[in-house]
């Protein structure tokens, strides 16, 4: 059977949490300040349904995506020339030394996904170095992805 557009975005909604350091429904729905029963409509498709559709006929129709229509900026194909090496190097390093004291173990993908989150907060927080970043705060991520 093929999903709707809505189960789509529901799944894309999950992922796109995940990726950005939310492993779970609750968290989710917390940082959007819905409930995890009215969250978890949206993320198994259950809602937003006809809104979705109507987003994909008018990009069908007029030929604009729905990030143009609600007015968001596309980040996505810009090239990696603002890429902070140095601050990147610096999160590889300290999350290795987070694993290393916390005698913990990962994949490789785990591994990536956790670092590029920590580099991400640095990001979003102005902060140079990960050496200024509270490491207590990430542990809960690092403890989750690595259960």
């Given at each position: 059977m093929e999903k709707t557009v809505a189960e789509i975005a529901g799944e894309r909604i999950r992922a796109a949490g995940a990726n950005v350091g939310f492993l779970t429904d609750s968290a989710i729905a917390k940082k959007l300040g819905l409930s995890n029963q009215n969250f978890g409509h949206y993320a198994r498709g259950e809602r937003g349904g006809?809104?979705?559709?109507?987003?994909?006929?008018?990009?069908?129709?007029?030929?604009?995506s729905p990030n143009e229509l609600l007015g968001i900026e596309d980040h996505s194909t810009e090239a990696p020339s603002s890429l902070n090496v140095e601050l990147l190097t610096g999160c590889i390093t300290s999350f290795?030394?987070?694993?290393?004291?916390?005698?913990?173990?990962?994949?490789?993908?785990?591994?990536?996904?956790?670092?590029?989150?920590l580099y991400d907060r640095c990001i979003n927080r102005k902060?140079?170095?990960?050496?200024?970043?509270?490491?207590?705060?990430?542990?809960?991520?690092?403890r989750a992805a690595l259960a």
């Open positions: 006809h809104f979705f559709q109507l987003l994909v006929k008018i990009h069908e129709l007029l030929g604009i290795n030394e987070v694993i290393k004291a916390n005698n913990l173990a990962c994949t490789p993908a785990v591994h990536a996904r956790l670092v590029a989150l902060i140079s170095t990960p050496t200024e970043l509270d490491m207590e705060e990430f542990m809960p991520f690092v």
